[in-house]
């Protein structure tokens, strides 16, 4: 039998699993902004504080592992705490890809000798896409501590900014080079980035999921696959 002092203190676990969260959302926030920023500056010491800070994030990612683990163990949540501690693994499994990502952009500005050519930034629109980006992380972090899961739907329209930004990358840089064929390696170089920003928009989607998953049990991962199928959750 659940005792009136065990679900007292389940809240109170889940109150400091959400603040721990929301701290590694700013963490790995923060690593994306700086990655973004010494990659566009060619700032090495910035750089080298996204690798260093990237210990940081992965101590992290683990330690929100074990406790959403000791929640399962001690407590057993059912209904909506069950879905809140399902949904927090995979926003914190999505969070620490995210840090990897930064970490990766921080290396490649390590390894390049120039700054990135502006007319090749401007053509793939770049700034545009990292903005758009830099939103989707904004805003599910919002509406993971608001539990809008209103505002976390507004990341969808963004993804697909962001995703048409992405494939018609491969052809604006091609173009590019044929007339700059000096700059070979910074297009290669840009594609790369620009198809890891990509990816860590698709982690931004998959966390907004999981926000709404939470709240009112619905799981749309694949529902544009399957539109006839029901998408009720747990």
Known sequence: MFKKGDMIQLDKEIEQLKSSTQYMWLLVHSQMEKAVKALLTMDGDLAREVISNE????????KIDSDCEDLFALFSPVAMD????????????????????????????????????????????????????????????????KEDTKLATTVFQKDDVVDQINLLSTSRIAAYLKEHPDKVEQGLNLCSIIRKLERVGDQSKNIA???????????????????????EGL
């Open 55 to 62: 210990k940081r994030v992965n101590l992290m990612e683990l």
């Open 82 to 145: 069950l879905r809140f501690v399902l949904a927090t693994l995979k926003i914190n499994m999505n969070l620490e890809r995210i840090g990897d990502i930064a970490n990766v952009m921080a290396k490649l500005t390590l390894d390049e000798i120039e700054p990135f050519d502006e007319g090749l930034l401007e053509v793939t629109e770049f700034s545009r896409m990292f903005d758009m980006v830099n939103e989707m992380m904004r805003v599910t972090m919002k509406a993971y501590k």
């Open 209 to 231: 999921e999981e926000i709404i998953f939470y709240h009112e049990a619905k799981v749309l991962k694949h529902l544009q696959d399957n539109p006839m199928e029901g998408n």
